[in-house]
């Protein structure tokens, strides 16, 4: 890899970084002296929730990390039930004051107030370790979302299916299914 001496900082974030990958960036900022921070966030909590603090980059490759400062994460069983055994997966909720109230699809959703509490069930399915690091395994509910109606469950041949539908060329259907199956998840207007 490249000398760059005047990088400091990598930070990442915007979706799950391969494992292997994490682990090159982690090693390279180690071996040049730089840091390289994880970042885990959704849009309902102003973008960032978690972080792994770069001395961990190396021994907790793959984890999105620990809380923000004032966040609080919790996991909960099929059952909504708070797990407090590491290693087993549940669903992520986050607690922070940073938690957006809800959405407005209208003027009159303006008025609703605080309808989250500062409370977010991200839907991603995760675990903790021992040391209470947290890392996503998955996503609880994989689908499309079609102007805000329908969801459809998404699966590689349905993402097919309903992209081909579309009036678009085949390359732009391609590319789009693609970009779809890490993220599954698409609003279309």
Known sequence: MRKLPSLRTMTQAGGKLLPELHKKFAEYAQRERKRFIVMYGQSEATARMAWLPADKALEKCGAMGIAIPGGKFRLLDEKGQDITTPNIVGELLYEGRNVTMGYAECCEDLTKGDERGGILLTGDMAKFDKDGFFYIVGRKNAFLK????????????????????????????????????????????
Request: with cysteine; proline share 7%; net charge positive.
């Open 146 to 189: 079609f102007s805000a109606i329908v969801s459809v469950l998404m699966r590689p041949n349905v993402c097919s299916r309903v992209i081909s539908t579309l009036n678009v060329p085949v390359q732009a259907r391609t590319m789009l299914c693609r970009s779809l199956l890490p993220r599954r998840r698409l609003l279309l207007k």
